[in-house]
């Protein structure tokens, strides 16, 4: 499998040079200075990419062709945004660039509460504790309704917690939430965030399925001819947050997508911290039953927590609630038929990491540091070898 490292351009803290002693050959970026309502230019592309195998890496996966709002929305400027999306699609293309990760997950990108949740060996991972979020929606966000979807117990809790927070503690919570997380592309003040959550007011699971839908049906014959394959990436946590619809979560949610234009451009990115926060999600056997449609394997772990096991923190990449072995295992598998039938390659990154070591002085984003990432990549490609080399004999 082709080992990658997620890499946020030249304003990263961690440089190409030490991506490549870490061992990763493949860099995942994307061009987020871009809006997302402009096509990437060629010559923008082009410049990045010779910046990376000027480094002796190759661009390997593009995270993310962010899909704009207004397209899950389905609003009537939908179209005109569809096809700037494929004209970047056909852009990446000409420069040789053939997988992209994207996301339909509304308003925000992956969800924590805590950035810098200490772990017993002084390790800092990221973390989304349920009453914690609950606090922020129902007394700082104050989100109309948000109320008839907690318990009393629940909303005990939430108040209890907001107590013991100071007024640095809840200005805290609030930056965690919706100031923008590594890949988001937008920064929201309380404000703005009540009124773009309002956009959605009237948009539920099945109109969010409907809009994924349409774009699909426009995007991917694009993909198909140009040789881009796009892998969408699952829904973080694997549930509706803020009443927001999540419609990227299980194995019915997979189904759907794939059956809703089968082509091999339409794929999925296996997230197995993000698919494994849900307890019904079945890793392996996820692994197996759409092996043939994992262009992109995000591969990390979470432990839900005993509490409430809506809460989770990132664990180490071969601990947590994650069979990661059986994981790599399936993934071995797949890429061995690939290369008998002339399938294409296989990247997979490590993601997220524990801020470690030298890590807690650097300036890297939240879940994205240079030693823990390390750790967890020698951690996976350890394991990829000896599941091959068992497996051979």
């Not at 999540?246 to 997979?254: F, G, L, P, T």
Request: proline share 5%.
């Amino acid at each position: 499998m082709e080992h990658t490292w997620r890499w946020f351009g030249p304003q990263d803290a961690i440089q190409l040079r030490e991506v490549r002693q870490a061992g990763a050959t493949g860099i995942v970026t994307a061009l987020h200075d871009i809006p997302n309502d402009q096509v990437w230019p060629v010559e923008a592309i082009r410049e990045r990419q010779q910046l990376i195998e000027a480094a002796g890496l190759s661009w390997s996966v593009v995270e993310s062709v962010p899909v704009h709002e207004s397209i899950k929305k389905g609003l009537p400027e939908r179209d005109a945004l569809i096809e700037t999306y494929c004209q970047t699609l056909r852009n990446l293309a000409a420069c040789g660039i053939d997988t992209v990760c994207y996301n339909f997950m509304p308003v925000l990108d992956w969800t924590r509460t805590d950035l810098t949740y200490e772990l017993p060996d002084g390790a800092l991972a990221l973390r989304f504790d349920q009453v914690a979020f609950a606090a922020f929606d129902l007394y700082l966000l104050h989100r109309p309704g948000a109320e008839q979807e907690y318990s009393d117990e629940e909303k005990a809790q939430a108040a209890r917690h907001l107590e013991r927070l100071d007024d640095a503690g809840r200005e805290k919570l609030v930056n965690t939430l919706i100031a923008g997380l590594p890949g988001a592309e937008e920064h929201y003040t309380l404000e703005q965030f009540r009124s773009v959550l309002a956009g959605y007011a009237k948009i539920d699971a099945e109109q969010l399925r409907e809009n994924l839908g349409y774009f699909l049906r426009a995007v991917v014959p694009v993909a198909e001819k140009v040789g881009i394959r796009m892998a969408i990436h699952p829904d973080d946590p694997p549930r509706p947050l803020l009443g927001l619809p999540r419609v990227v979560s299980c194995v019915d949610d997979i189904e759907w997508i794939l059956s809703t234009i089968p082509s091999e451009a339409n794929g999925i990115t296996f997230c197995t911290g993000s698919y494994g926060v849900l307890k019904e999600n079945e890793l392996v056997s996820m692994a197996r039953r759409f092996a043939k449609h994992i262009h992109f394997a995000h591969l990390r772990a979470t432990q839900r927590e005993v509490e409430d096991e809506r809460s989770f923190h990132e664990a180490p990449h071969l601990e947590g609630n994650v069979d990661m072995v059986g994981v790599i295992h399936a993934l071995v598998d797949e890429e061995r038929r690939r290369e008998v039938e002339g399938g294409r390659r296989l990247p997979l990154r490590p993601d997220h990491g524990h801020h470690i070591l030298d890590d807690q002085q650097r300036n890297t984003a939240p879940g994205y540091p240079l030693y823990g990432r390390l750790r967890g990549l020698a951690e996976l490609r350890g394991v990829e070898l000896a599941v091959r080399q068992l497996t051979s004999r």
